[in-house]
């Protein structure tokens, strides 16, 4: 009788095991390039969103615009970071291998997640709500502003160079193949912005209303 070590090389196992690990690697890298594609867009949005505040009353409707276009890339980067907490902490082998952020962002992550709620949401209400209700909520849209324009430099600086190094990654012809599911993150990204252009034309024209209140 010929007895077969699991452990040898090719055992069906051992090789069942690779293709489990090395799809596990995949994924995590996958998710890597996921967030730092969604990052790269989200910076130049969130640059052009500064920019209207520079002249916010005769740009306002390109502020409110932007503002609703943020709005799918946004969740999709909540969501990709999301996941790699969640897989990180609940102990998934491939993602306690890469390992955490830095101590200063793990702890940074969620003031600028609930930061960016408070602030997209309080922007959009401020085109909904009545008259009435627009001081105080333009007071909490300004405040959450600077608080999470302080928490984002931080988070930025600390992810710019990941960032510039894996956004390309599955844009360009030599690297998108390393690491499967190109085409889909590609989607994801793409169709996250397209998603945006349906809510920014529907509902710029409201941004009149913010005229009822004096903006400064």
């Known amino acids: 009788m010929t007895v077969i070590d699991r452990d040898e090389p090719g055992s069906t196992e051992t090789i069942d ?18 967030t730092s594609s969604t990052a790269a867009v989200l910076l130049v949005l969130l640059a052009a ?3 209207t505040l520079l002249r ?7 502020h409110v615009f932007i503002g609703f276009l943020l709005v799918p890339p946004i969740a999709l980067k909540m969501a990709s970071t999301s996941y790699r907490f969640a897989r990180y902490y609940l102990g998934s082998p491939a993602y306690r291998r890469k390992g955490p952020p830095p101590p200063l962002l ?8 609930a930061l960016t ?6 922007g959009i209400a401020l085109v909904f709500v009545s008259p009435s209700l627009r001081g105080e909520l333009l007071f909490v849209h300004k405040a ?5 324009f302080g928490a984002m430099v931080i988070h930025v600086l600390g992810h710019i160079l990941e960032t510039a190094r894996l956004a390309p990654r599955d844009w360009l012809r030599h690297t998108r193949a390393n690491v499967a599911g190109a085409t889909a993150r590609q989607w994801l990204v793409a169709g996250s912005v ?21 903006l400064h």
């Open 49 to 51: 969103e500064g920019a």
């Open 117 to 122: 709620v408070i602030l997209i949401a309080s």
């Open 17 to 34: 095991r690779t293709r489990i690990g090395r799809r596990a690697r995949m994924g995590v890298a996958g998710n890597s390039r996921l």
């Open 56 to 62: 916010i009353h005769s740009l306002l409707s390109w």
């Open 106 to 113: 793990r702890l940074l992550g969620p003031f600028v997640i």
């Open 194 to 214: 397209a998603l945006g252009l349906p809510l920014a034309f529907m509902f710029v024209g409201r941004a009149a209303n913010w005229w009822t209140v004096p």
């Open 144 to 148: 959450s502003f600077v608080l999470w």
